[in-house]
């Protein structure tokens, strides 16, 4: 097992998935058709055959298709996540989860889905039921103005999640083959509600510990909306390592049969 890592400065967000090495893009026994019907470049209805083949796959691929690089996912083991978002507003701490499981994302709708397959622009909004993170945490700094310190076990659960989804990338020619390589990714979450377990905090002082527990899950929303940036931020880059690697096996030409390979070019945010 290889580690990708890659550090951003808006917040600071670091994640760590853990890669299918080799194999993948060697060993083509495995396609993307055989979990997903293609969709035709030029289908009319596009978009709706895309949302039913999202709708098909996930739970097929759920369990991790090691011949196309994807790891399972659902649960998805996060060897590490740390989310820094110091500075001097109301939030400043710096959250770290140690081999974290995600669980939930299987659960994904997509409810209404643009795709432009000549610029390679994805776009899916979907809601998401539940969506729990659970493993070791490392906290430092304030949140809702409170001082925030410890380490421990946590669980973070959130529910009725709204999640728009927008992803695109570039043509990379290799060994004469086109495929897509994904450039960009931007996830951005409404929450409806949800609840966060940090257990040992200030060292291990049950009275402390406990009040802070309080006051968060009691204020729930307006925890979410201090950390709301960096987590979209987190999830952008994690989910966009995970199926990176599906389009960087996967001939762009099988992903949409009957594409015009010679009008396909960069996608971008305007598209
Ligand atoms: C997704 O939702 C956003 C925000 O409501 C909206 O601007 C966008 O057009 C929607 N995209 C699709 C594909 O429906
Ligand atoms: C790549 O494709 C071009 C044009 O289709 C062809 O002339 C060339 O021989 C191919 N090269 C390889 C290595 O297959
Ligand atoms: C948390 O919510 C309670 C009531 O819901 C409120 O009285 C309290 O001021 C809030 N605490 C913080 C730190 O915002």
Redesign the pocket.
């Given at each position: 097992m290889m580690e990708v890592c890659r550090v951003f400065s808006v917040a600071i967000v670091c994640v760590c998935l853990a890669a299918v090495t080799s194999a993948a893009s060697k060993n083509n026994r495995v396609r993307v058709g055989d979990f997903a019907s293609a969709c035709k470049a030029n289908d009319p209805e596009l978009n709706e055959c895309v949302r039913q083949a999202i709708i098909t796959t996930i739970p097929k691929m759920a369990k991790g298709v090691r011949d196309l690089g994807l790891i399972p996912f659902d649960p998805l083991k996060v060897p590490q996540v740390v989310i820094d978002q110091r500075g001097n507003g109301p939030v400043g701490l710096k959250l770290t989860f140690v081999n974290s499981e995600h669980v939930g994302v299987s659960g994904l709708a997509p409810h209404s889905v643009k795709v432009v397959p000549e610029r390679m622009y994805f776009e899916i909004n979907s809601t998401l039921p539940k969506y729990r993170i659970i493993g070791d945490y490392e906290v430092e700094g304030r949140i809702?103005?409170?001082p925030l310190i410890g380490n421990g076990p946590s669980d973070f659960t959130m529910n009725n999640i709204q999640l728009n989804w927008i992803f695109f990338g570039k043509p990379e020619v290799r060994n004469n083959k086109t495929y897509c390589k994904l450039t960009d990714c931007k996830i951005r979450m409404r929450i409806g509600s949800g609840s966060m377990r940090l257990d040992n905090l200030f060292n291990g002082d049950k009275r402390l510990g406990d009040n802070m527990n309080r006051?968060m899950n009691?204020?729930f929303s307006?925890v979410i909306r201090e950390v709301l940036p960096a987590l979209e931020e987190t999830f952008s880059q994690l989910y966009l390592q995970l199926i990176a690697p599906i389009f960087a096996v996967t001939r762009y030409e099988d992903i949409f049969p009957g594409i015009d390979m010679s009008k396909v070019s960069a996608g971008s945010y305007d598209v």
């Open positions: 809702l103005l409170l006051i009691e204020n307006e």
